[in-house]
């Protein structure tokens, strides 16, 4: 049988801190955005509620992908190792 399981997709460190400087960037860009902005403070609020939220959301799907992604890589393994087992009970019994 060949060996179809994958070893796991490793991030090099430069790609993982160039996305922690693209974040802080964005970040320090659009809270100087709000602050700057001619609004009364009460738009100001919702414009910062409403950046906080897309990015809480934005992390919660992130997760929720990475979780039914390794899921569903736990579920093929279970299901490779029980056809194995299958074949190779077939295989004695012949």
Known sequence: MTDTTQAPIRTSYAFTM???????V???????GIY??????????????????????TVGITKALRDKEESDRLHNKLEEAR???LLAEVSRER
Request: aromatic fraction near 18%; hydrophobic fraction near 60%.
């Open 18 to 24: 160039f996305s922690y400087a693209n974040f802080v």
């Open 36 to 57: 700057f902005l001619e609004a009364s403070f009460s738009a100001k609020g919702f414009y910062s509620m409403a950046a906080l939220m897309l990015v809480s959301s």
């Open 83 to 85: 056809t194995e087992r």
């Open 26 to 32: 964005a970040a320090v860009m659009m809270a100087g």
